[in-house]
């Protein structure tokens, strides 16, 4: 298995321009690494509130039920990145790729845990098939294209669930850390 492909899904309000912003800033800054297709990811109305809530039915705070639900609207941006070049990990990581490594470090030092970043290619294609519906077949003509292909779906699969968690009932995952 290869270490080219990875799958970053930035979360809730991430979305934020700024977020946007110095997410893309970031990659940019590693060369060799290319972003092929960018996925706006959105709830299907009919599963949204029900799926929403049934997996924060932990949560007894209301604030954060209602920042989660407000969020929602646009819940997750899905990435497919491609490195050109990967270069082995500095130090023991679950990650062999130094610079996905990094560009994760980065943001989550800059912003928290609003971004998810696949270690693998495997764990990519496995992400990208369970969020988006695309097999690697399907992938395939997406990283062999020159042009970034930009699209929505929309979604209400269990993956969406399980990629946009909270880590306790107090702290939402785009509290900044600084």
């Keep these: 298995m290869g270490e080219n492909v990875y799958f970053l899904v930035l979360r809730y309000n991430g979305l934020k321009e700024e977020v946007f912003k110095y997410v893309f800033d970031t990659i940019k800054r590693y060369k060799s690494v290319d972003v092929k297709a960018i996925y706006s990811i959105k709830w299907a109305e009919s599963a949204k509130e029900e799926k929403l809530l049934s997996f924060y039915d932990h949560i007894k705070d209301e604030k954060a ?34 610079h996905i490594i990094r560009i994760k470090r980065v943001i989550r030092g800059k912003f928290g845990n609003v971004v998810h970043l696949s270690d693998t290619e495997k764990l990519a294609y496995k992400q990208i098939k369970n969020l988006l519906g695309l097999s690697k077949k399907d992938v395939k003509p997406i990283l062999e294209s020159d042009s970034i292909s930009i699209k929505e779906i929309t979604t209400n699969h269990e993956a969406a669930t399980r990629m946009n968690k909270i880590k306790n009932g107090r702290e939402v995952l785009w509290s900044p850390k600084k």
């Design 65 to 98: 039920i209602e920042d989660i639900m407000k969020v929602n609207g646009t819940v997750m941006l899905g990435v497919i990145l491609y490195d050109n070049d990967p270069i082995p990990s500095k130090e023991e990581t679950s990650g062999k790729n130094w």
